[in-house]
């Protein structure tokens, strides 16, 4: 394929969030002419809006997709680098426990900040042009034209070669797709919803350490907090809708903290009733769908493909690994779409659907195990191994969050290593009770033996004995 061939080669990206807009800067580097159109108005003049997480975890995945259009080192200078989980148990004790070795974190990054800087990067290519305020009203993927309506309130039909889908969990190009033979779709709404609410800055000493990603749990309910840049925290209340709507005054909510999250409320103070009633909670969707592409005109990444809860924060790092692993196969199929495409699909179904399991996988950990004793020693033992052999076990925060390992491919490693720890536990503890037998046997006098033997006996005394 010549470079005048490319050049007439025209995409639509629908969508301008985060995906969508990194989206646009990968294709923009092949020289292809780029049109995104993005319902909303530009976020950089709009007035900020509550109802979203404003808090990302950026981590090796996403980093690696920013740095291919070198992006990295500005998007990383803004976050604030977490080093472990703070555990906060309902006595008021907190416990660290690391996301890696020393040198290893994730990046608590503004999700607003991100998107204004990839809108503005992508606006400097010559050949993009972000279409705000445009509605997708229809979607042919056969013949490669969509239906836009702008601020006019003209419906505008536009013709590409290429539709990519970014336009999030609730896609309108997913719903063209989903009409199509063979296509198959999921999609689960979890029983927990989400509300925002804030930790302000504090005069003085830091209210809570700001290199830490701080957790509340309470088995059905969890509260997580994010640092930002001015010094405040993001913080997220999780829990069943039926809790939620059982607080219906200022009353509910003071008894519900003091009782769950006592020492939550100094540190949030009077923006607690502020917030909480603020906005109702918000659902938390997992989308699952295959393949990701129709022929040769249209593809899904991101949410739009698989949307995911937010408990393992591999929601941004996947879709931008999506962009990632897109280009990469562009540079192996020297940009023909029609084997591009079916090669996206079969190489990041798997990995997508993999990451959308361990996610709700750790919906469940987070907030029921994470404060057990069982669950930090498995995590000692984890890290112990890594030190110990460190290419043969790798715990699986450390494949999903600070490597390229195949998300599914990490998930059969991680099987095969949950199996070898087990068995190591028991062979270990049946030494143990032999040893320990075997010191019985030798060092213990057979009268004492004889009667560690009988417990029955036990019984039978203390019924005679009226204890």
Known sequence: MDSSDIQRKKVAVIGGGLVGSLNACFLAKRNFQVDIYEAREDIRVAKFTRGRSIN??????????????????????????????????????????????????????SRENLNKVLLTAVEKCPNVKVHFGHKLLKCNPEEGMITVLGSDKVPKDVTCDLIVGCDGAYSTVRTYLVKKPRFDYSQEYIPHGYMELTIPPKHGDFAMEPN????????????????????????????????????????????????????????????????FFLLPAQPMISVKCSSFHYKSHCVLMGDAAHAMVPFFGQGMNAGFEDCLVFDELMDKFNNNLSLCLPAFSRFRTPDDHAISDLSMYNYIEMRAHVNSRWFIFQKSVERFLHALMPSTFI????????????????????????????KGLFLFGSLIVMGTTYLLRHYMSPRLLDYLRRPWNWITYFQNTGH
């Open 395 to 422: 715990p699986l925060y450390t494949m999903v969050v600070f490597s390229r390992i195949r998300y599914h491919e990490a998930v059969l490693h991680w099987r095969w290593q949950k199996k070898v720890i087990k």
């Open 56 to 109: 990302l975890a950026l981590s090796h995945r996403g980093r690696q997709a920013l740095k291919a259009v070198g992006l990295e080192d500005e998007i990383v200078s803004q976050g604030i680098p977490m080093k472990a989980r703070m555990i906060h148990s309902l006595s008021g004790k907190m416990s660290s426990i690391p996301y890696g070795t020393r040198s290893q974190y994730i990046l608590s990054i």
């Open 212 to 275: 830490y990603l701080h957790i509340w749990p309470r088995n059905a309910f969890m509260m997580i907090a994010l640092p930002n840049t001015n010094k405040s925290f993001t913080c997220t209340l999780f829990m069943p809708f039926e809790e939620f709507e059982k607080l219906l005054t200022s009353s509910d909510v003071l008894d519900f903290f003091q009782k769950y999250f006592p020492d939550a409320i100094p540190l949030i103070g009077e923006e607690l009733m502020q917030d």
